[in-house]
């Protein structure tokens, strides 16, 4: 069974950046595929981003349209953590963040929250304006 927690959420002015963390604790490999969603209020649960491990010691990130040049996604299996950086933050960006990790996600569904096995309790992040 595999936890996810995260953490680094808060308030923060429009403009401003976020360092959104996720531990895994319980069994997980450096081949999971760790992804970030988010969901406000009213609205289906979105797609951020997701790191997916490929032969040669190395990872491949991949982000929603809306998000990529702004957010940046990062992993460190020695601490078995993954992480979201969010920078010029917009008041669109206001919602619940998730962690989600999965030991097989094909790339055509790696945007689909529903395929993912494991999330976390999420993380409040505000955008004011």
């Known amino acids: 069974q595999v936890q996810l927690v995260e953490s680094g959420g808060g308030l923060v002015q429009a403009g401003g950046s976020l360092r959104l963390s996720c531990a895994a604790s319980?069994?997980?490999?450096?081949?999971?595929?760790m992804g970030w969603f988010r969901q406000a209020p009213g609205k289906e649960r979105e797609f951020v981003a997701v790191?997916?491990?490929?032969?040669?010691?190395?990872?491949?990130?991949y982000y929603a349209d809306s998000m990529r040049g702004r957010f940046t996604i990062s992993r460190d299996d020695g601490k078995n953590a993954v992480y979201l950086q969010m920078s010029n933050l917009k008041p669109e960006d206001t919602a619940v963040y998730y962690c989600?990790?999965?030991?097989?996600?094909?790339?055509?569904?790696?945007?689909?929250?529903?395929?993912?096995?494991?999330w976390g309790q999420g993380t409040q992040v505000t955008v004011s304006s």
């Open positions: 989600a990790a999965d030991p097989s996600i094909p790339i055509a569904t790696m945007s689909l929250y529903r395929e993912y096995d494991y």
């Open positions: 319980g069994r997980t490999f450096r081949t999971y595929a």
């Open positions: 790191t997916r491990w490929s032969s040669g010691s190395s990872y491949y990130a």
